[in-house]
């Protein structure tokens, strides 16, 4: 859900709402979670055919929006900003030849907020949209694990 307010004769605009934003990491090397409070990610002895880890933000964006001719449906448009976010839901699952199918909800000393640089250029209804977290997924009082999320992807709108 998004609002925009005018502000330069049409040309800019300031875009704000709410929404949620999720994360599905898959992780090549053997990472496994616990439940157990300030209990850190660790390195499993077991090979995973699955092993995933997803995190559900409700996101708050803010965007400074930039269109070069708001009367044409097929101008460029341009747009950078900040979304902040918090921790709605996380859980693993992990799927090997050892323990079978594993799923567990947790917080896995994730950190509750997260900061995000955000931005999009397009022509028309086509955009890319690309997000860099400036905070690290994990909370650095509990872990050192050092994972900094990133996002690309083509947005389509006014079809």
């Known amino acids: 859900m998004q609002q925009r307010v005018k502000l330069i004769k049409n040309f800019a605009s300031l875009q704000y709402g709410v929404g949620f934003e999720m994360y599905n990491f898959r992780f090549e090397q053997p990472i496994s979670f616990t439940k157990a409070p300030n209990s850190a990610p660790y390195f499993d002895n077991v090979t995973f055919s699955k092993n995933k880890l997803f995190v559900e933000y409700l996101t708050v964006p803010v965007q400074l929006n930039f269109q070069s001719n708001p009367s044409n449906d097929k101008s460029f448009y341009a747009s950078v900003g900040v979304s902040t976010g918090y921790l709605l839901q996380s859980h693993t699952k992990q799927i090997s030849e050892e323990r079978g199918k594993k799923k567990v909800n947790g917080n896995f000393n994730l950190n509750n907020f997260k900061m995000a640089t955000i931005g999009e250029l397009g022509i028309g209804g086509i955009?890319?949209?690309?997000?860099?977290?400036?905070?690290?997924?994990?909370?650095?009082?509990?872990?050192?694990?050092?994972?900094?999320?990133?996002?690309?992807?083509v947005r389509f709108s006014k079809f």
Not at 128 to 153: H, R
Request: charged share 15%; glycine share 8%; hydrophobic share 35%.
């Open 127 to 153: 955009r890319l949209y690309g997000s860099f977290n400036t905070t690290n997924l994990f909370d650095k009082n509990l872990t050192n694990f050092d994972m900094t999320p990133f996002a690309v992807g």
